[in-house]
């Protein structure tokens, strides 16, 4: 299995719908969507009516800031027209600790009961740390986790291992430009956003990459560090190296985030590269057993 997240905040409508149907005629078997600039669910409704093939997931939806019966009759709408094609992506958003973990278990254990029929779409967690991954693996379908390594993520997978229908997927973060100095600039401030989020700093210092994101400077090369966490103008090949390191740490749901900065036609050729990075991991079974 392997997939692409498309941020509203980068590329227009008009723009997304171009890539999603250009990757339903590629070997991509799922689109995901953050919750970001325009609704995930939406744009999720809108891709499953202008596709045939691919799985299209909200990647996620701070679930704690939503009614869960609204949740779900649009899951199960959305689900059942696209016959099985949704996954419902959730998080806690900004809310942190234990209580914010078993307040959306118990969001998602209502949003469950209150599906009107047997045709339940499925749900992905959103994790960065164990609480929130060892929660999925009790009452979700996957996880998807955003700004790991592989080497972190194969001792957590090691610790507590999912179980063979279990999806575990990951963003993997790549930022392109033929300027080169602003597609820098960009993947800098993205790392100095997300280290100012607590449960993102605790991650970082986890990874043993805390100060490699501290030295992160836009005239500087990336540290050693990050270049198995985020890319900066990868070729095909590096991507696909880095895909790869991933599904050997045991994920087997590769999902790549691009920040393209440039017109359509470049952002479609990048698209084009990318699409060819993930059609060697493409083609598993959408529940199939781990890698």
Known sequence: MAGVALRSEIYDPALI?????????SEVDSIWYPDVKYDAIELAALTLASTRRVVVGTGVIRLLEHDPDQVSRRAYLLNSWSAGRFVLGVGTGANLGARSVQALVAAHEKLRSAYPGST???????????G????????????LFNFCSPAYLRRLLDKYPPRPSFLTAVYIKAFYSENSALAKKMLVEEFRR?????????????????PAVASLREELPVPPELQDVVLLNPTANELAELIKKF????????????YIF????????????????LAPFSGYPWKGERA
């Open 17 to 25: 719908r171009r890539v999603a149907v250009l990757a339903d005629s």
């Open 120 to 130: 339940k779409p499925v749900v992905v967690y959103s994790a960065l740390r164990q």
């Open 132 to 143: 929130m991954y060892r929660a999925a693996l009790s009452g979700a379908d996957g996880v």
């Open 194 to 210: 997300y280290a100012q989020y607590p449960h993102y700093a605790r991650m970082f210092l986890e990874m043993g990459v805390e």
């Open 247 to 258: 599904r050997d740490a045991g994920v087997n749901l590769p999902v790549v985030y691009p």
């Open 262 to 277: 440039g017109d359509d036609d470049e952002t479609l050729r990048h698209f084009g590269e990318i699409f060819q990075s």
